[in-house]
């Protein structure tokens, strides 16, 4: 009884910060379990525990980097396994044990409201159970869509019962910026259906630019008595996003037009740049080997990948409107005024503070990485740190190089993976320790910079 006691007070004393993270660690634990069962796999197939962890923290992040084929390797029942992961993962832990709460009677408390709104990235507790509810209807019905177009579209190319479930899955996966396939080769085989490239590339889209965006503009079109603008957060991230979206894909046709792109036509052109634009926001899906890029737009979409996806999203990286308050800061400071300014409204110094401290310490996380990697692996500087912006990003694209990585270099991309998820913030404070504050200040002195 005394030991229950002592564990009980254990979790109370934890963080919000820290029980998001422990969570996400026991949900990788379950779903390294469920993808050892014998029932997930193919008839005779067997890989090596390392392996089945990998996938486990990748469907869970909603990554989609794999060093196996999930097709040649997993069962349907694997199939709906990694679904469910990316579900879990894709809408948020705490957001579905909200939902599980919510169906059992349990009264949501002050202690579940701070680990919704800290999974959430939200500032303030008011409506958080309802924007909860919100989230997880609208992702459910965007994937209802997405199955039933995509399900219903491939009946031209498979069976019925293939047709839905390679609709289902791919719903999901481009949904939750999962990047996973079952066709074995990704978007390969519809690199000439731009219908399956638009439905995917919206999929992708919905689930990357933030929740709240998706919640305001349904507010927008359909409850227009309850809000009468944007905010600041929704305006600025989608300028953000759409920006990065239309910047990658010129900058991609830049880069590949007498390369890739050379003797192709307009439309390939087009559908091939701007499909491999929006996936760098976190997708991970493709529409053609990524290897064939050269070195400079590999490196190029590294640094998209970087970025990633818009906070309370389902993609990891920098976020959106981290990249965008340092550039604005880096042109605000440029021109020697200290407030930041934006749609007529003043950005908090807080927030702009912990924008300038995630872009360093992602920095710092991302060139520590590659240079591990590099001293343990066999390829080139510009695989590995594509690998790890991948990585990190929660993207899941790759130059192939994933199935023939060390066990070192898995370890450490399962970390970037699950810190890029749960975002470099509530890492940093799951570490952090509540100390008094004391009533004094020693004195100021100036430092040189620069």
């Known amino acids: 009884m005394q030991a229950g006691k002592r564990k009980y007070h254990w979790i109370r004393s934890l963080s919000p910060f820290q029980l998001i993270a422990l969570f996400y660690l026991i949900a990788v634990t379950i ?4 993808l050892s069962l014998p029932v997930a796999y193919e008839q005779g197939v067997k890989i090596p525990f390392i392996d089945t962890l990998f996938v486990a923290v990748s469907a869970v992040s909603v990554t989609g980097l794999t060093p196996v084929s999930i097709s040649d390797t997993f069962s349907t029942t694997g199939y709906f396994l990694i679904a469910l992961m990316l579900q879990f993962g894709g809408i948020g832990i705490m957001t579905i044990g909200t939902i599980i709460w919510i ?18 990235n939200q500032s303030n507790f008011q409506g958080i159970v309802r924007l909860v509810l919100q989230i997880v209807l609208l992702v459910l019905f965007i994937e209802f869509i997405g199955f039933m177009v995509l399900g219903t579209y491939f009946l031209q190319y498979y069976d019925p019962g293939e047709a839905y479930l390679q609709g289902f899955f791919g719903a999901v996966s481009a949904m939750t910026n999962g990047g996973f396939d079952i066709t074995g080769s990704s ?11 638009f439905i995917n590339m919206m999929l992708i889209i919905s689930g990357a630019i933030g929740f709240p965006v998706l919640i305001e503009v349904k507010q927008y079109l359909f409850e227009s008595g309850e809000r009468t603008r944007f905010s600041l957060f929704v305006k600025l991230t989608t300028i953000t996003f759409l920006a990065l979206v239309v910047f990658g894909f010129i900058m991609i046709i830049l880069l590949e037009f007498n390369h890739f792109f050379a003797g192709r036509s307009w439309h390939e052109i ?35 990948m970087f970025i990633g996806a ?7 990286g920098i976020r959106t409107t981290t990249f965008a308050l340092v550039v604005i800061f880096i042109l605000t400071f440029a021109r020697g005024t200290t407030n930041i300014r934006i749609f007529r409204r003043e950005v908090h110094h807080e927030d702009l503070n912990r924008a300038v401290v995630v872009t360093l310490m992602a920095v710092l996380t991302v060139f520590t990485s590659v240079l591990f990697v590099s001293v343990v692996e066999p390829f080139s500087l510009t695989e590995i740190l594509f690998e790890v912006c991948s990585a990190f990003g929660t993207v899941g694209l790759s130059l192939g190089i994933t199935s023939e990585l060390t066990t070192f270099t898995k370890l450490l991309l399962m970390v970037l993976m699950f810190v890029g998820r749960i975002g470099i913030l509530t890492f940093l404070f799951s570490f952090k320790k509540e100390k008094k504050k004391g009533n004094y200040h020693y004195p100021k002195e100036r430092v040189i910079i620069g």
């Open 187 to 197: 978007l390969i085989p519809f690199q000439d259906d731009y219908f399956v490239q």
């Open 103 to 120: 169906i059992l009677g349990k009264k949501i408390g002050l202690k579940e409201r701070q680990l919704i709104m800290t999974d959430q």
């Open 310 to 316: 818009s906070p309370s999203s389902v993609g990891g």
């Open 31 to 34: 779903a390294t379990i469920l």
């Open 270 to 304: 087009l559908f091939y740049a701007l499909f491999q634009s929006v996936t760098t926001r976190s997708g991970g899906l493709s529409t053609m080997d990524v290897s064939q890029f050269t070195e400079q737009t590999q490196l190029f979409m590294s640094s998209l």
